[in-house]
């Protein structure tokens, strides 16, 4: 039977939870949009981030200088210093 027929059919078609992510406030961030940081020894600036469900922070980065092909890269919070 597909979904649409059961739908139609008025058979057991359950909603998902809806699951809305938590809103974070700056100070739950370990790094902020902007701000210089470290990968290493690469020289970097915050570009964006997000958590993941399990809520690891993660960031995507622009590296300053040399790049090694990749000036954009997306790290977990704990890469970074």
């Known amino acids: 039977m597909m979904l649409m027929e059961v739908q139609t059919e008025g058979g057991a078609s359950e909603e998902p939870p809806n699951r809305q992510g938590r809103n974070y406030t700056e100070e ?25 469900v399990a809520g690891v922070e993660i960031y995507r980065i622009w ?6 092909g990749r000036p954009v890269r997306c790290v977990v919070g704990r890469a970074l210093k």
Do not use: H, M, P, Y
Not at 31 to 51: D, H, K
Not at 63 to 68: M, S, T, V
């Open 28 to 52: 739950d961030w370990k790094f902020r949009i902007g701000q210089a940081v470290w990968l290493g020894e690469l020289s970097a600036v915050v570009l964006s981030r997000t958590r993941s």
């Open 63 to 68: 590296i300053n200088g040399r790049a090694f």
